[in-house]
């Protein structure tokens, strides 16, 4: 189409686009994550599971805890995520804005006592136990959540 993408020296299925303030990705395993898991038939599925994640803690809806707008699009073949934009998100690296979670399939685990506590609130609802992982420096960290679910802290 005419929009044009925030990456475009990228191969065309790494590109992301953003247009009215919305963010848009494709959904193929464009850094081998899921190589061990299906490769980009994995990377198609995801998009759907993080999906009815966002949906799960919308339908708790607890005060302070906010999920970003997100629909799966299937078109012409492609499974597009589209996401709301985090204030701010675009002027630093992810990795600054992260404070719960990880950004990297667990490797490197976050946390942070805010989060746990709004974490906390949803827990019963959702039936997630608070538990430790171990994060890449060999360090248990507490999450009440998957590992892939993420607290962003925006400018908002």
Same mark, same amino acid.
């Given at each position: 189409?005419?929009? *044009?993408?925030?990456?475009?020296?990228?191969?065309?299925? *790494?590109? *992301?686009?953003?247009?009215?303030?919305?963010?848009?990705?494709?959904?193929?395993?464009?850094? #081998?994550?899921?190589? %061990?898991?299906?490769?980009?038939?994995?990377?198609?599925?995801?998009?759907?599971? +993080?999906?009815?994640?966002?949906r799960?803690?919308?339908?708790?809806?607890?005060?302070?805890?906010?999920?970003?707008?997100?629909?799966?699009? #299937?078109?012409?073949?492609?499974?597009?995520?589209?996401?709301?934009?985090? /204030?701010?998100?675009?002027?630093?690296?992810?990795?600054? &804005?992260?404070?719960?979670?990880?950004? +990297?399939?667990?490797?490197?685990?976050?946390?942070? %006592?805010?989060?746990?506590?709004?974490?906390?609130?949803?827990?019963? /609802?959702?039936?997630?136990?608070?538990?430790?992982?171990?994060? #890449?420096?060999n360090?248990?960290?507490?999450?009440? &959540?998957?590992?892939?679910?993420?607290?962003?802290v925006?400018? #908002?």
């Open positions: 189409g005419n929009v *044009m993408a925030i990456n475009p020296g990228e191969e065309a299925k *790494m590109q *992301m686009f953003i247009w009215n303030n919305i963010f848009f990705s494709l959904g193929f395993d464009v850094k #081998d994550h899921y190589k %061990d898991y299906g490769g980009d038939y994995a990377a198609y599925i995801a998009p759907s599971n +993080d999906l009815k994640g966002v799960a803690y919308n339908g708790v809806d607890i005060e302070g805890l906010y999920t970003l707008g997100t629909v799966v699009i #299937d078109y012409r073949g492609y499974r597009v995520t589209a996401q709301s934009i985090i /204030p701010g998100i675009l002027e630093r690296e992810q990795e600054q &804005s992260v404070v719960y979670g990880s950004i +990297d399939f667990g490797k490197s685990v976050v946390t942070n %006592d805010r989060y746990l506590e709004l974490l906390e609130k949803s827990s019963k /609802p959702l039936k997630i136990l608070p538990h430790k992982v171990i994060n #890449d420096q360090e248990e960290v507490q999450i009440i &959540s998957s590992v892939e679910c993420k607290g962003i925006g400018n #908002d």
